[in-house]
């Protein structure tokens, strides 16, 4: 499929910016829900609302995945040097490896420690994942480690929206917003 030229397809835009919400979300809470002090019950609720809130993630991850498999991007604006190309298509590239791996890690931490996700529950979903100990620690590492490289791919990535709005002010930022494309 032809990509627009004005920018992303709407479901590209609804998917990126939900999943943007979501995950400046997450971070916080994760990093509030096992910090030392917490309260045990404002701590139960961070978890369970930072599972759910988590494989919805997944699930959108999934879906951005496959559909950016099958829907080619719209071009770059011709003025931009190759050394920014590369730099922005290495940053989506990890960024969204980065968030497929802490999306995973933290479903098979999860399911694998043999924690509810009520979100699966409701809908009936047996777990997916074993249980195992070992599994669910080795996911839990992975997880708590990969929260460093995403906090600095999104930096990353907000930075260069932020220079591409106000320093260069190419109006790359219209290939994303608003969410619902033109």
Do not use: C
């Amino acid at each position: 499929m032809e990509p627009s030229v004005t920018g992303y397809r709407t479901p590209a835009r609804i998917l990126h910016w939900t999943v943007a919400i979501l995950v400046l979300a997450l971070v916080p809470v994760g990093l509030v829900m096992t910090g030392d002090g917490i309260a045990r019950g404002l701590q139960d609720t961070l978890f369970i609302a930072h599972k759910n809130l988590g494989t919805v993630v997944l699930v959108l991850m999934l879906a951005r995945i496959a559909y950016r498999l099958t829907h080619r991007p719209p071009p770059l604006p011709a003025g931009l040097p190759p050394l920014q190309r590369r730099v922005a298509a290495a940053v989506h590239g990890v960024l969204y490896l980065v968030l497929a791996v802490m999306a995973v890690s933290g479903f098979v931490r999860v399911q694998a420690g043999g924690f509810p996700i009520e979100l699966l529950d409701a809908l009936g979903l047996p777990p997916l994942v074993p249980r195992s100990d070992a599994v669910a620690e080795t996911a839990k590492r992975i997880h708590v480690l990969t929260h460093y490289p995403l906090i600095a791919l999104i930096a990353l990535h907000i930075a260069g929206a932020i220079h591409h709005a106000a320093v260069r002010r190419d109006g790359l930022i219209r290939r994303m917003w608003p969410p619902v494309a033109p």
